[in-house]
């Protein structure tokens, strides 16, 4: 069972009030709280088609650390397991002190609902969503999100503020009253004409016919008209003991005509639509009803379509327990009003529940043969290989059959069409094996192509933001998105490199390229699940096939590919900074295995392999206590995989040219920007597949790790200017970086990922002191240690580094110089500047640039090119020890903090690839020769 989470971090400030519904998530919902949405399904996916973002969590948090706590106490694991979801936030945060909107309307306007009309929304009725919860289910929420018991209780001043509240939420519901009013009449405008010229001799549409397509409309429209009436003046006239109780429980008891409404919805749409089909006049009107906006703008009338209009009960019947939850959150309990609201969602639950009963069968199927069902198990986008060239897909799972689709080019008043590639009944696909030898014929995109993508995905970005701010026209802006995705669509065919094959036994075999191996375990275990249930082989007809096709348009969940372009401008960016993850251990195995872990994070839409714990030997609880840094650019999910090792070669089948490690289990958590804002340690447990493994969390935003912190002890070398070291020691490098490169040139230069694969905190920790009091065993302690712990001290070095090597005073002409367009100036600039470094900076610069050519002279072993080296060490070398952008900028421009740093890191990437590009570096003494030596640009 996969559970997903609206990520409340990317909510508007009100998101109480904002509902979802199976129609706009594509997905049946199921709601615990006002604060919190569970979608349950038997399968993963990812639908964007609403405003607001939702993501993925199968993570299942089980604590957060408090300061000073190493794990959870008795009293916490009490508390723990009372309370109703794993949600640490503090609820009230997301208010910050605004009114909520309910108006659900607004931005649904003009939208196709027939995506997905064979759904209906799914509402819990469990006593869990209840908000009469126990005072210890409260009360263990509050204590897990600000670690005091004491910020549970309620003053005299936050009684008042939620009695403040209270009247938002009701002005809330109020305004959105009148849209959906405005709504329903908009959709009987028609209703009346047609019901007279259905007695004429030429009607547009039969009695029988309106009264199937409008059955209910005309009560529903009174009885909320009724309700509106009823609280509009109560509102205007307000006061905290004002009473509206009894308008909302007389509401909740005429739920029976949505009933009506819900049971006849399917069989209206199917009415209309063919009713369009056969009459022009009709469909001319049913694509043209206006309805009257409540927003002050020009244009009062916003066109709708009739089919768009007929869902809005749908959707509406959906909001009753979250609207009640809301009121009932900011009513006392004392309140007369209380008793009545609790009385209007006990009715509004039972409502929801026996509708859940009725249309859960009925989602996302379609009729096959027989009286089956052909079920959508799972849709997403994947980049097949074709013939060396890389295509986008959209791949649908139905229960059967796993189907490759190409989205046809959408023509002016067409609808989306998909154009079946390929399928294979799942009865006869199985996972091709690749040999080694075969995986070569994957055609990989250098990494300096794809960073270029990524610079001009920054720029883009920019330019959209500096048009915003100058307020230019739409037409400038709209140009702009449109460059925005082509290039970030390119970037996400081009980044996927891991093969995924799937071979049909009577056919061909075909070969997808995807990001992480989390993804790829995903796909496999599903369709393996899938396969469980289906043992005969079949084809389609041509007909059957294209059927098929078509009805994947609205069955579809996930509707676009994930770009930035699709995001909405209040949608999180993801997190910028460096996460400190301490990998502690795991439970739940079932045998003695070999046993590691890898870490995942999403950056520019796509995951990443970012860490790779020890492999722990002959266990079933591992005791790794491994701690990572990880760079986050835009992240918001970190992943998490657990394999055994498998020294034994034929133990696993090789499947897509991977490792013959098995995935043992895998798990995600959503990385909430309110979440991690604490400093201190963050304890969480990720749940998979019965396997829990522990993990602790400390998040540092870009703001505070970018300053370059001096050391209060000269006396050592971390945190201490490279010419007093070298000084001190009498040599020209100072010793800890002619240490580290020895030992990683005598047993490194050969390890998959050197400087890229993090290594254990602890290890460099303890090198890190070695070296600061001198310890004259350090080289032996260093032969004993992993090399990425090695490797990871000598970047601590430079990066704790006082000022960067390549100083704060030189840094912008660098950035500059890197930016010039004409070859020849670029190399005078660039060396000149080189040269200008102090000579122990220089020195150590040139020594420090032989050892990285000489790691990428075994690329083809190491997987560390000159590029992706120079991603490793350019910000370590160049950032500023100020942490504001040194690159300059046209000081009007509107630049947001992630991409100002995705530009500035790349600019520094750039300057140590040209470095390390060149084939000589010209010694200090050339300096006196150059004519055009110059520090200036």
């Known amino acids: 069972m996969t559970f997903l989470l609206v990520n409340q971090a990317t909510f508007p400030p009100a998101p109480p009030a904002t509902i979802f519904s199976e129609k706009k998530v594509?997905?049946?919902?199921?709601?615990?709280?006002?604060?919190?949405?569970?979608?349950?399904?038997?399968?993963?996916?990812?639908?964007?088609?609403?405003?607001?973002?939702?993501?993925?969590?199968?993570?299942?948090i089980v604590g957060l650390r408090k300061p000073g706590q190493i794990w959870a106490t008795e009293a916490d694991l009490a508390r723990r397991n009372t309370a109703v979801d794993g949600f640490h936030g503090d609820p009230e945060t997301i208010y910050n002190n605004m009114p909520p909107t309910y108006s659900y309307d607004a931005d649904r306007i003009g939208e196709d609902p027939t995506r997905n009309r064979e759904t209906m929304p799914y509402i819990d009725d469990s006593p869990s969503s209840s908000p009469q919860l126990s005072s210890k289910s409260r009360g263990s929420r509050d204590t897990v999100s600000s670690g005091s018991l004491e910020s549970s209780k309620s003053s005299e001043p936050d009684l008042e503020k939620g009695l403040e509240m209270r009247k938002w939420v009701l002005s809330g519901i109020l305004a959105s009253e009148e849209t959906y009013l405005n709504h329903l009449k908009a959709l009987l405008l028609p209703m009346k004409p047609l019901k007279a010229a259905a007695t004429t001799s030429?009607?547009?549409?039969?009695?029988?016919?309106?009264?199937t397509i409008f059955f209910k409309v005309p009560e529903l429209y009174e009885i909320h008209k009724e309700f509106y009436d009823g609280l509009l003046p109560r509102v205007q006239q307000?006061?905290?003991?004002?009473?509206?109780?009894?308008?909302?429980?007389?509401?909740?008891?005429?739920?029976?005509?949505?009933?009506?409404?819900?049971?006849?919805?399917?069989?209206?749409?199917?009415?209309?639509?063919?009713?369009?089909?056969?009459?022009?006049?009709?469909?001319?009107?049913?694509?043209?009803?206006?309805?009257?906006?409540?927003?002050?703008?020009?244009?009062?009338?916003?066109?709708?379509?009739?089919?768009a209009l007929l869902y809005k009960p749908v959707d509406r019947v959906t909001r009753s327990t979250l609207v009640l939850h809301d009121l009932l959150k900011h009513t006392p309990v004392n309140h007369l009003d209380h008793p009545l609201l609790q009385d209007a969602l006990r009715i509004s639950q039972n409502f929801l529940s026996s509708i859940n009963e009725e249309i859960t069968p009925r989602r996302q199927s379609m009729t096959v043969k027989k009286g089956e069902h052909r079920q959508l198990i799972k849709d997403g986008f994947l980049v097949e290989l074709v013939e060396g060239a890389r295509k986008i897909r959209h791949v649908f799972l139905f229960s059967d059959l796993f189907l490759c689709a190409k989205m046809k080019k959408q023509i002016a008043g067409k609808s989306q069409q998909y154009d079946c590639k390929w399928y294979i009944p799942l009865a006869d696909l199985s996972f091709q094996n690749l040999d080694e030898t075969d995986s070569s014929y994957i055609p990989l995109v250098p990494d300096e192509e794809l960073d270029t993508m990524k610079i001009k995905i920054s720029h883009i970005k920019n330019e959209i933001q500096r048009e915003k701010r100058a307020n230019k026209g739409s037409k400038v802006i709209e140009r702009l998105k449109k460059k925005l995705s082509e290039q970030e669509s390119l970037l996400l065919l081009m980044s996927p490199s891991m093969a995924f094959r799937v071979h049909n036994r009577h056919g061909k075999s075909y070969t997808f390229l995807i990001s992480s191996d989390y993804e790829r375990a995903e796909w496999r275990e599903i369709i393996r699940e899938q396969q469980k249930k289906c043992f005969k082989s079949f084809s389609l007809t041509t007909v059957e096939l294209q059927m098929l096709t078509n009805s994947c348009v609205k069955l579809q969940t996930v509707h676009n590919i994930p770009l930035t372009i699709n995001k909405e401008d209040d949608e999180s960016p993801g997190l910028y900074g460096f996460l400190n993850v301490i990998v502690h251990s795991a439970t739940g195995f079932k045998q003695i295995s070999n046993l590691y872990c890898t870490l995942e994070v999403d950056s520019f839409g796509y995951f990443v392999n970012k860490a790779k714990t020890r492999v722990y030997r002959d266990t079933l609880e591992p005791n790794w206590n491994e701690e990572f840094e990880i760079e986050l650019e835009g992240s918001q999910t970190l992943r998490i995989l657990s394999y055994e090792k498998c020294y034994n070669k034929t133990k696993f089948p090789k499947e897509d040219a991977e490792i013959t490690d098995n995935i043992m289990g895998k798990g995600q958590i959503q990385l909430e920007p309110q979440a991690l804002q604490d400093k201190d340690w963050q304890r969480t447990v990720i749940g998979m597949n019965g396997i829990e493994v522990k993990l602790s969390m400390k998040f540092t935003s870009r703001e505070f790790s970018l300053k370059r912190l001096p050391s209060r002890k000269q006396t050592g070398v971390f945190g201490v200017s490279i010419a007093v070291v070298t000084k001190r020691e009498r040599s020209k490098v100072p010793y800890i970086v002619r240490q580290c490169v020895e030992e990683i040139e005598r047993r490194g230069l050969e390890e998959i990922g050197i400087y890229r694969v993090s290594g254990v905190a602890t290890d460099i920790q303890t090198l890190k002191a070695s070296f600061d009091t001198n310890n004259k065993d350090v080289s032996v302690m260093m032969s004993e240690m992993d090399v990425n712990a090695i490797a990871g001290t000598l970047k601590l070095y430079f990066r704790e580094l006082p000022a960067p090597l390549f100083t704060d005073e030189l840094y912008p002409n660098f950035a500059e110089g890197i930016a010039l367009s004409d070859p020849v100036a670029k190399e005078s600039c660039m060396l000149n500047l080189l040269l200008s470094l102090p000579e122990p900076n220089f020195t150590t610069f040139s020594f420090l640039l032989d050892h990285l050519k000489r790691v990428a002279e075994k690329e083809q072993i190491n997987k560390m090119s000159l590029h992706n080296l120079a991603t490793v060490f350019g910000p370590t070398l160049l950032r500023p020890s100020d942490k504001d952008s040194k690159i300059p900028t046209n000081p009007t421009q509107a630049i947001t903090m992630a991409d100002s740093w995705s530009l500035e890191v790349m600019s520094q990437v750039q300057v140590l690839l040209y470095f390390l590009q060149l084939e000589t570096i010209p010694t200090p003494d050339s300096k006196r020769q150059s004519i055009l030596f110059s520090t200036e640009v």
């Open 26 to 60: 594509g997905l049946p919902l199921k709601i615990l709280s006002s604060h919190l949405i569970v979608v349950v399904h038997p399968h993963h996916s990812h639908k964007k088609r609403h405003k607001h973002h939702v993501t993925v969590q199968e993570a299942t």
């Open 202 to 211: 030429q009607p547009v549409l039969t009695n029988q016919q309106i009264e």
């Open 238 to 307: 307000w006061s905290h003991h004002q009473c509206v109780g009894d308008l909302f429980q007389k509401l909740a008891s005429q739920l029976g005509v949505y009933r009506a409404f819900v049971d006849n919805y399917e069989v209206a749409v199917e009415t209309a639509e063919k009713c369009c089909q056969a009459n022009t006049q009709f469909s001319e009107i049913s694509e043209n009803l206006k309805i009257r906006n409540t927003k002050d703008v020009k244009d009062q009338n916003t066109k709708n379509s009739l089919e």
